[in-house]
């Protein structure tokens, strides 16, 4: 990957998220004031709000993303916009259809995403949209990067666990033994699919 060492500059453009009352695509139209505050477009209630409907597609996507970004301590690069439930930052790319900022500064960067890629985080900052803290990988890279940092909830810990430790020795025991994939389902009352992912260890590993 290209390391990326300072924030790009985009100051010819209007800064966007400017609170001065006036749409930020420069077209000078005064905007209303938010009713209510809205963490996913970054309203605060009684404040104007950015843009007037549909003028945020005025202003270049690359302009949008990286005129809110401010580098903070650790050398992450904090995008100040919206995020969704889960804290990741999120960049509106037309009325309706948001997207994560990490997968736009990705693209910017780097080019296309394949099909099937997530865009993770070395730095485990989930607003942070610097290029060099940002890695390709599918589900099951996220899952183990997560649970290598010690976010992803293991075993009994998992609120809806049917297994214990006891219990996957005993499945494991069970194959071992000659027992089919199907059996061991009907035997401990869980689905093929978790069967298969406790025998090649793709889940209870530290068992």
């Not at 003028?55 to 969704?84: N, Q």
């Not at 610097?130 to 890695?135: K, S």
Request: hydrophobic share 35%; aromatic share 8%; with cysteine.
């Amino acid at each position: 990957m290209r390391a990326i060492q300072k924030i790009p500059d985009v100051s010819a453009w209007p800064r966007p998220r400017v609170r001065n009352g006036l749409c930020n695509c420069g077209c000078g139209s005064p905007v209303s004031v938010a009713k209510k505050s809205d963490r996913t477009h970054g309203y605060i209630a009684g404040e104007p709000i950015y843009y007037i409907n549909r003028h945020a597609r005025r202003v270049p996507i690359e302009v949008r993303l990286w005129s809110k970004v401010t580098e903070d301590k650790s050398g992450c690069w904090i995008y100040s916009g919206g995020t969704d439930t889960a804290g990741y930052a999120n960049i509106s790319l037309r009325p309706g259809q948001m997207r994560h900022a990490s997968r736009v500064a990705w693209e910017l960067t780097n080019g296309k995403i394949p099909l099937g890629q997530l865009v993770l985080h070395t730095c485990d900052n989930p607003r942070c949209v610097r290029p060099d803290h940002l890695f390709l990988g599918d589900h099951k890279r996220n899952y183990w990067d997560a649970r290598e940092k010690g976010r992803a909830p293991m075993g009994v810990r998992v609120g809806s666990a049917k297994l214990s430790p006891s219990v996957v020795r005993r499945m494991r025991s069970c194959r071992s033994g000659g027992m089919l994939y199907r059996e061991i389902s009907r035997k401990f009352d869980v689905p093929m699919g978790t069967v298969s992912h406790v025998l090649l260890k793709y889940t209870w590993a530290w068992v």
